[in-house]
């Protein structure tokens, strides 16, 4: 797209008639109009008879004095009729809880300074958004607004961008011609929803069957909240003392940002009626039997908690865990709200850091609310060109983690689609509601036998950002630096990393108060998708290992090797409870290898990429002998990720081998994996991965913990292929 984008005349935008152009899958380029030198509260004043309205809804909420200063901020200026229509809307409506919501007359000056507050931080970023870049996403882009709402900018078949489906954007003011960041002119206020999840689906009749089965299981409710609460029922707030980083860091003084409440949110696949139908289900009785021909045998595949006690029913008791309709709808359902732009960490233009290398390709594996299972997210990007490609759910290639050549992915007959999967239909997704959004899928979602023996039968990385879903749930995760530091009060602009209060996560638990967390905000990270969680100090915690199908796995963490990575011990347990835990090894010094160092290499028989000529094989050997691996060669740090395609020959692999972190040896170090053994899990029950340093009084200790490698035996043990390359 061209990068000199609308800029609508302000006549024209007065008397605009909007003419739908099918087909146009660009922006509409005609009626340019510049200004120079001013700051976006002086554009806003400038032209007061177009933005009157919106002019006093500034004043009143405070935020015109802010969009006079120096910054970076976006602006999106609804036009006087559309402030009108939006405060009739308000005024007549007629589900209003409140008399006329409150309004105490059909006009701007009938809005409270509250409801002035709430409209002006919703159209108001803390950072610059770019027209092409980030708000002209043919599929949808999450936009981060001052509220700590977003919405959902889609680029129309039409060539209009729309906010949150209504709200057309008529022109741009944009950086350069305004001294702190971009305007926008939009002919409506944004839209937001109060209502959750349920009652968003009622609005959309395209699901209708899909919500008459949720509601008979009687699981609408268990979609309804929306931010943790205290036992009196109050908001949790949170707070941290200490809110600087790693003492003898570089960011040691800075004042990092603490959130200080925590929502709930969820996301929920659907069925459309049409994809229901394409099925052969057409009611609600159709969908009853085809849940008992997917459900009424799973027990066969699935180890759920309670089995012996609790077998699957093929009857009427719709509100029972395990009654087959109820299964169905459960495994729907993440308790992490996020849109189609943060289901993975996908290439576009708003993830500048996006770190995957050599063909790598963004996947994660979210819990979901059928009792101890995982649904896999994944986007195939085949030759990586960058372009938007489909997002697939439990999609399964056969040999999907393992290579058959040396340094590469491995020949395509090797890994053939054994299961396609559930596709989400990008253009009917982003149903957003309060608490989350909805997402269309193009065929029924089952947790058939083909997931925990195919889909999930494979290396599981699993990523920190997805084990904790209050990271997601509060826009933590796959934040921008400049997004974090919009929320930082203390110093504002500083978004390197959020400070993480030890009673956040409802799956880590920290055994002393020594620990301190951070998690580092997307950035040019050795870390997988950029970004990771960390801390320091004495730490002592457990992190809950995600559910996964019952069998033995050699388990694995990767890590920085820092001086003051300390010595760490892990266990695993069958609770958070320490006394169930069991040491998984000998203590492990974190510290090394320092590849400058003789005796680190000799302790764990690291070689240089320097040093070989079998492209590490033999080296792979002997580092595994001593309980390491190497980092995987699918990732980088974002500054240095020139290489995204996959690559054809080992050759090449080392002719461009410091774009990867497998071989990056910058630091005197390289990212290592830690085997730390091999464990037997059962699916039915709970484990905790404990993290203790064994150091004390030693206030710069560090530790980082990006991502826990679950691996079948099987898969580690093949004659035929390896798997530890990407």
């Known amino acids: 797209m061209n990068k000199n984008i609308i800029k609508i005349a302000l006549g024209t935008v007065l008397g605009m008639t909007v003419t739908l152009t099918s087909c146009n899958k660009e922006p509409d380029e005609s009626n340019l109009y510049t200004f120079t030198g001013q700051t976006i509260q002086d554009y806003l004043e400038a032209n007061d008879s177009v933005f009157h309205k919106f002019n006093v809804i500034m004043q009143r909420a405070g935020y015109d004095r802010m969009m006079a200063t120096w910054g970076q901020y976006t602006c999106y200026a609804p036009v006087n009729g559309g402030v009108d229509r939006y405060i009739d809307s308000l005024y007549n409506d007629p589900l209003a809880k409140e008399e006329h919501n409150g309004l105490t007359e059909n006009s701007v000056y009938g809005l409270s300074d509250e409801q002035c507050k709430e409209i002006a931080r919703y159209h108001l970023s803390a950072m610059s958004y770019d027209f092409v870049e980030d708000l002209s996403s043919y599929s949808g882009k999450e936009i981060t607004t001052m509220m700590n709402t977003p919405f959902i900018s889609k680029l129309g078949d039409d060539g209009l961008v729309r906010f949150n489906d209504v709200a057309v954007v008529t022109g741009q003011q944009s950086d350069g011609e305004l001294t702190n960041g971009n305007l926008y002119t939009i002919t409506d206020v944004i839209p937001r929803t109060t209502q959750v999840v349920s009652e968003v689906f009622e609005r959309h009749p395209e699901f209708s069957l899909f919500l008459e089965a949720l509601t008979t299981c009687g699981l609408a409710d268990s979609i309804a909240v929306s931010q943790k609460l205290n036992d009196d029922g109050t908001p949790k707030s949170y707070t941290l003392d200490n809110i600087n980083g790693r003492p003898g860091s570089s960011m040691a003084n800075g004042q990092y940002y603490v959130p200080t409440e925590c929502k709930i949110k969820f996301t929920v696949f659907a069925e459309t009626n049409d994809v229901f139908a394409a099925a052969g289900i057409n009611n609600f009785a159709d969908l009853k039997a085809k849940c008992v021909e997917w459900y009424g045998n799973a027990a066969q595949w699935y180890d759920y908690p309670g089995k012996a006690e609790h077998p699957i029913s093929t009857g009427d008791d719709y509100d029972y865990q395990y009654n087959v309709v109820n299964m169905f709808v459960r495994y729907h359902i993440i308790k992490a709200g996020m849109s189609v732009s943060k289901l993975v960490y996908e290439r576009n233009a708003s993830n500048e850091n996006w770190n995957f290398a050599f063909g790598g390709e963004p996947f994660d594996y979210y819990e979901t609310m059928l009792p101890h299972t995982l649904v896999k997210i994944w986007q195939p990007l085949y030759h990586n060109t960058g372009t938007s490609t489909n997002i697939w759910l439990n999609r399964w290639r056969e040999h999907n983690t393992l290579t058959d050549e040396v340094g590469t992915f491995g020949s395509e007959s090797t890994h053939q689609i054994r299961n396609t999967g559930c596709m989400i239909v990008r253009r009917e997704s982003n149903v957003q509601a309060y608490n989350g ?73 920290s055994y002393n108060s020594k620990t301190q967390l951070a998690w580092y905000t997307q950035g040019p990270w050795r870390a997988w998708n950029a970004d990771q969680l960390s801390g320091w100090g004495e730490n002592d915690f457990a992190l809950r290992l995600p559910p996964v199908p019952t069998g033995n796995y050699e388990i694995r963490i990767i890590y920085p090797p820092m001086a003051a990575g300390g010595l760490q011990q892990y266990s695993i347990g069958s609770s958070s409870n320490p006394s169930s835990m069991k040491p998984l090894g000998i203590p492990f010094d974190a510290r090394y290898p320092n590849t400058t160092l003789q005796e680190d290499r000799d302790a764990t028989g690291y070689l240089l990429s320097t040093e070989f000529d079998d492209y590490g094989v033999a080296s792979d050997l002997v580092m595994r002998n001593h309980g390491y691996m190497r980092a995987p060669a699918s990732f980088s740090r974002g500054t240095y990720n020139q290489v995204k395609t996959p690559i054809e020959s080992p050759a090449d692999l080392i002719a461009t081998i410091s774009n990867c972190c497998r071989y990056e040896e910058g630091y005197g170090t390289s990212m290592m994996r830690k085997i730390l053994g091999t464990v037997y899990l059962e699916q039915s029950k709970e484990y905790w991965l404990r993290l203790k340093n064994l150091l004390t009084n030693y206030d710069q200790l560090g530790f980082s913990v990006d991502f826990v490698e679950l691996v079948p035996v099987d898969i580690v043990n093949s004659q035929d292929y390896t798997e530890d390359w990407y």
Do not use: C
């Open 437 to 509: 959004y909805i997402h269309s899928i193009n065929a029924p979602l089952i947790y058939d036998n083909d997931v925990p023996n195919g889909v999930l039968h494979e290396r599981l990385r699993m990523d920190t950002g997805s084990l904790f879903y209050e990271l997601i749930n509060n826009d933590i995760r796959f934040a921008t630096s400049a997004e974090i530091g919009a929320k930082n009060i203390s110093s504002p602009g500083e978004g390197t990393m959020t400070r993480l209060p030890l009673d956040y996560f409802d799956h880590l638990v």
